[in-house]
């Protein structure tokens, strides 16, 4: 009897992405490779103040008051590329004014242009969230996240020579009103340290507030960093910045490689004056503020690829804190490790004591490019599969965190591709050569630490007499659990029944 198919197999990709798309927060719209409109959603009906009948069939030209340079779609198209993030003010021809944030992305077929996709961020509802969702500094000291909590320098763990100079350098300058530069690769603990250097300094009363100048969109940026005022664009409210809110304390500036070349001048000139002025204001706000950067390659290399100005980068680096890789701070992966397990043992209720000699060995030896906040990952998703009854995290539950490449085994488009140049892989996928010798940790693993548990699992068949129940709570396994392992070193529990 065949099975009865699934209905959404009977849905087309391209219904399946119409459906989605009615239920974005974010207006969309398709067009065809002339600019002609074939799809428009609830929410950029809503924006634009028309109905569907109005747009669909007709040209953008149409519809919109602006020429082809101006708009964002018919720019995709004529270039054939991604538009990103562009601030747009357009007016559609029943007259309404939309002052929005737009992407604009070629749709191709067999690399042949066919149209357009456009999502459109109406900015003042964006402005709004942003309100809502921005914590007040006394909200923010009384949040119950370890982010936002008092971290001292005694919470940073290290005790690699390396990382121990870093925390010595911020924690004297968390003691000086000059400004700091955190240098590190992404998942070091930058926020940590910014964080340690605001409670270990006089400001430790006063607010922080912290922003990544990678994930807001420049034409945001400025609003957000120092304020709007009403009526100074369609929607803009009276706002304090964040340089106002911080005002007494620490603002964090992350990845300030990633501002937007023309909003550096404005900082610069903030931090030269210590005034800010909000967006349409007339009159300029004083401001008491330590600043916190932070970068995640050299400053001089960013300098020199034009991502940061050097009259910034003066100002704001007057110290440089250099934040070790995991990488070059092994002898700083067990206490980290112990850290987090309690971390979570804490969070999920469990017991878990440590890790497998063999689970030790791969996360002692492997590269870490996430560093800490990888490795943190790694813990979290293996207690995420442990069985609660256990206390210890094998080889094997570090599986859904860490690269299958990493255990000896090849992913499956990995394989595909070497496979279609002509390259024969091997029949057992856990002797593929990895970075670090994997296969050299599966088999100590299998030297040592399986043959220790079978030696365990048949100790415990034999006194229970081949009772699963009474040898798996003798073991600190659940009945589930030792069902697995039994299968996995081929053993019979009716062996042992006497």
């Not at 519809?63 to 562009?86: C, E, F, G, K, W």
């Not at 590190?184 to 340690?196: D, M, S």
């Not at 210890?392 to 990995?414: D, M, N, S, W, Y």
């Not at 630490?449 to 699992?457: K, V």
């Amino acid at each position: 009897m065949s099975e009865k198919p699934s209905k959404l197999h009977a849905i087309s990709a391209s219904q399946f992405l119409l459906c989605l798309f009615e239920h974005f927060h974010e207006g969309v719209l398709i067009t065809d490779q002339d600019g002609t409109l074939i799809y428009y959603n609830r929410v950029m009906a809503k924006m634009d103040g028309l109905e569907h009948q109005q747009v669909l069939g007709r040209s953008i030209m149409e519809i919109y008051d602006l020429d082809a340079s101006q708009s964002v779609t018919l720019t995709a198209l004529r270039l054939a590329r991604p538009i990103i993030n562009r601030p747009h003010v357009y007016r559609t021809l029943d007259g309404k004014l939309v002052n929005s944030i737009s992407s604009a992305y070629p749709i191709f077929d067999n690399n042949a242009l066919v149209g357009a996709v456009c999502i459109v961020v109406d900015y003042s509802s964006l402005m709004g969230n942003l309100a809502q969702s921005q914590a007040r500094p006394s909200d923010l000291a009384k949040a119950p996240e370890e982010s936002a909590r008092a971290l001292s320098f005694d919470d940073l763990i290290g005790h690699n020579d390396t990382m121990k100079s870093a925390v010595d350098m911020a924690r004297r300058a968390a003691t000086t009103p000059s400004s700091v530069m955190l240098i590190g690769e992404t998942g070091t603990g930058k926020e940590l340290f910014a964080r340690a250097i605001h409670h270990g300094g006089q400001r430790a009363a006063g607010p922080f507030m912290a922003i990544n100048c990678a994930a807001i969109p420049s034409a945001l940026l400025e609003a957000i960093l120092f304020g709007t005022t009403k009526g100074a664009f369609t929607g803009a409210v009276d706002k304090a910045g964040l340089f106002e809110l911080a005002n007494g304390g620490t603002l964090f500036l992350d990845e300030l490689n990633s501002m937007p070349l023309e909003l550096q001048p404005k900082l610069l000139r903030a931090l030269q004056d210590r005034k800010i002025r909000r967006i349409g204001a007339s009159r300029e706000t004083p401001i008491d503020v330590k600043i916190v950067s932070a970068v995640n390659d050299s400053p001089f290399r960013a300098i020199e690829k034009g991502f940061l100005r050097a009259d910034l980068f003066y100002r704001l680096g007057v110290v440089m804190v250099h934040l070790p890789p995991i990488r070059d701070r092994r002898d700083d992966i067990e206490p980290l490790l112990n850290h987090f397990i309690q971390k979570f043992n804490r969070r999920l209720g469990y017991k878990i004591r440590g890790f497998s000699r063999g689970a030790l060995r791969v996360l002692r030896e492997h590269s870490w490019p996430g560093n800490v906040r990888e490795l943190e990952h790694a813990v979290e998703a293996a207690m995420n599969v442990i069985d609660p009854a256990e206390s210890v995290i094998h080889l094997e539950h570090l599986q859904t965190a860490l690269p299958l490449a990493k255990f000896g085994e090849t992913r499956p488009e990995e394989a595909e591709r070497l496979s279609g140049a002509g390259v024969t892989l091997p029949s057992r996928p856990e002797r593929v050569s990895a970075p670090y010798g994997a296969a050299d940790v599966l088999e100590a693993e299998e030297d040592d630490e399986f043959a220790e548990e079978i030696a365990r699992l048949t100790a415990a068949l034999r006194r229970s007499r081949g009772n699963v129940a009474r040898a798996a709570k003798a073991m600190g396994y659940s009945p589930q659990r030792l069902h697995y392992r039994l299968k996995k070193f081929e053993l019979s529990s009716a062996d042992y029944k006497r």
